[in-house]
C-alpha cells in the first residue's frame, strides 16, 4: 500500500503561517485527485483543500484566500502553504485522494490558540 506521511504541523498564533507537507511513498499518489483534510476537535474529517491530478485547486470557503493547496509529481508530494491562521484551522490535518483510496497517514497537528 502506499504509505502517506504528513509534517510540518505546529503551534501558531492567530496570523502566522505554516506550511505542511504530505509525502508519498510511491508514484502512483500522482495519478489522484487529492485533498488535505482536517479533522478539528470533536469532529469528523472534512476536506479543506484538493486538487486534481492536473493541478487544478479548489478550496473550502473558510480557508479561500488563505491556503494555498500545490503537488509536486517528482517527489510525490502534496502541500499546503496555509497564511492568516485562526484557531479555527486548529485539528490534525491528513492527506489522501478524494475517494479515501490510500491508508490514513498519522497527521500533523495544527494548533492556533485564541
Known amino acids: 500500500q502506499v504509505q502517506l506521511v504528513e509534517s510540518g504541523g505546529g503551534l501558531v498564533q492567530p496570523g502566522g503561517s505554516l506550511r505542511l507537507s504530505c509525502v508519498a511513498s510511491g508514484s502512483i499518489f500522482n495519478d489522484y485527485h487529492v485533498a488535505w483534510y482536517r479533522q478539528a476537535p470533536g469532529k469528523q474529517r472534512a476536506k479543506v483543500a484538493w486538487i486534481t491530478r492536473n493541478g487544478d485547486a479548489s478550496y473550502q470557503d473558510s480557508v479561500k484566500g488563505r491556503f494555498t493547496v500545490s503537488r509536486d509529481n517528482v517527489e510525490n508530494a502534496l502541500y499546503l502553504q496555509m497564511n492568516s491562521l485562526k484557531p479555527e484551522d486548529t485539528g490534525v490535518y491528513y492527506c489522501?485522494?478524494?475517494?479515501?483510496?490510500?491508508?490514513w497517514g498519522q497527521g500533523t497537528q495544527v494548533t492556533v490558540p485564541s
Open positions: 489522501n485522494s478524494i475517494a479515501e483510496s490510500f491508508r
